[in-house]
């Protein structure tokens, strides 16, 4: 392979940016398809009501509660894997901290849909808003619910803030080598970016300032949607480990989400000279650490439960291990904790086939870790008389369906249309003196 250089750089990103084959339009028509099968099952649910879900009682929430805090993870995990490394100058986070960035934007607009799918009555969800009025209906800012609005939205403006800062540069790189109607788009995108000496000391402060600000934000805000379950008393939910506990779940599950993007991007846009196979394996490793805190994680709740000496609390973990769901326990152990450890094995990490697999894995863990908590907690709480299994319906699936292919869709016009590769983080690697030829 040959040694990258800026002109490499530039040559092989800028080419991502050709027209597209009808294979890429192929794919994104069966994305839209998805995306139109996910609204169609909405709208059918407005029509007839939340009941055609397969939320009863016990377990009111179900796939639509296990979906948002799993979009909000893989939301918080993108920016936090992006700024943490850039405080610590880590060079193997260059190529794929865009892909973090750009998929954080995007869950966290999938995951503010299912507050409103959730909702049921969608149409009124004006009162829900404060706005002066003659009713005097103001939000409760007392409730958990009102702290999940006011931290996620301050995360999305903050996280859309960093990922735009940090693509000033390349967006005025493309609209140089544009023409017509591309470069006026970019011309406009690009803010009057001219590569200055004083823009590019205003660039490197402002986008260090919201690294610093993007990484206690995020750990905070994750915490605040762990508090939705700490502060009630349903068992195996009231525990005070839930917020680290939430944190590293999002960064296990957000490392495995850039895995599943940016495998496949790096075939299909040739990036193995950018995105080389060290860069894949420092992923897998971090994999691999956070992973075994996820298990801590889940080996300090049983602990907690057994030092607590409080029955109901037993049984709910006993239950758990031992009862009629414990086969998703198990499942999620197995993904989540122990499927990682096959990174340890040089062999499996330095295969593209393994790592994308084992990405998927972890992905899949993660979601069902959601779906254990959530209605593992609720179907078996205080109240024996009220425990009950939960079994969702098509209308879920077809709305979860069409979540993800929204997620995809929206990747998939990022990729083909916005650098998808920082590419003036890379000539920073290689002006630091760092070798990232394949």
């Known amino acids: 392979m040959t040694r990258l250089s800026y002109a490499k750089i530039d040559q092989t990103i800028l080419d991502t940016l050709s ?42 929430w179900g796939t639509y509660l296990i979906n948002f805090v799993f979009w909000v993870g893989i939301a918080h995990s993108g920016t936090l894997i992006s700024a943490i490394l850039h405080l610590f100058r880590a060079g193997w986070r260059n190529p794929i901290a865009r892909a973090a ?20 009555r969608v149409w009124q969800v004006y009162y829900m808003l404060p706005i002066p009025t003659q009713r005097l209906l103001w939000p409760n800012f007392l409730s958990p619910l009102m702290f999940d609005v006011i931290a996620i939205s301050t995360y999305l403006t903050v996280s859309s803030l960093f990922w ?10 493309v609209r140089d080598r544009s023409t017509g109607t591309r470069r006026k788009v970019f011309t406009f995108l690009s803010l009057g970016w001219s590569g200055a000496h004083e823009q590019w000391r205003h660039y490197t402060r402002g986008y260090l300032f919201f690294a610093a600000l993007a990484t206690p934000l995020v750990i905070s805000v994750h915490s605040v949607v762990s508090w939705d379950f700490a502060l009630g008393i349903v068992p195996g939910w009231h525990t005070t480990i839930f917020a680290p506990y939430f944190v590293a779940g ?14 496949p991007l790096r075939k299909l846009f040739k990036y193995e000279d950018i995105i080389t196979m060290e860069v894949l394996q420092n992923v897998a490793k971090t994999i691999v650490l956070t992973g075994l805190i996820v298990g801590l994680a889940y080996g300090t709740e049983y602990f907690i439960a057994w030092y607590s000496h409080n029955s109901i ?21 197995l993904c989540n904790t122990l499927a990682p450890l096959l990174f340890l094995f040089k062999k499996v990490r330095t295969t593209i086939a393994s790592l994308f697999i084992i990405s998927l894995v972890v992905n899949f863990g993660m979601w069902w870790e959601r779906c254990v908590i959530i209605v593992g907690g609720v179907a078996h709480g ?27 869709f929206f990747f998939m016009l990022f990729a083909k249309h916005l650098p998808s590769v920082s590419m003036t983080e890379m000539k920073e690697t290689l002006e630091g003196g760092h070798d990232h030829a394949a």
Not at 384 to 400: C, D, Q, S
Request: hydrophobic share 55%; net charge neutral; with cysteine.
């Open 313 to 333: 609390e037993m049984e709910q973990f006993r239950w758990r291990a031992l009862g009629d769901f414990r086969w998703g326990f198990y499942f999620m152990v």
């Open 382 to 408: 205080c109240a024996p008389h009220a425990w009950g299994l939960y079994r969702p319906t098509m209308i879920e699936f077809g709305i979860m369906f069409g979540t993800f292919c929204l997620f995809f």
């Open 250 to 263: 999002a960064i296990h599950s957000g490392l495995a989400m850039v895995l599943t993007l940016m495998i």
């Open 164 to 173: 735009y800062t940090g693509m000033l540069p390349d967006l005025a790189a």
């Open 101 to 120: 960035e750009t998929m954080t934007v995007f869950a966290v607009c999938v995951a503010g849909l299912f507050p409103f799918i959730h909702l049921g």
């Open 19 to 60: 027209p597209p084959k009808w294979t890429y339009w192929g794919i994104l028509a069966l994305l839209l398809m998805g995306v139109l099968v996910g609204a169609a099952c909405w709208t059918y649910q407005i029509f007839i009501g939340i009941g055609v879900g397969g939320q009863n009682n016990p377990v009111a």
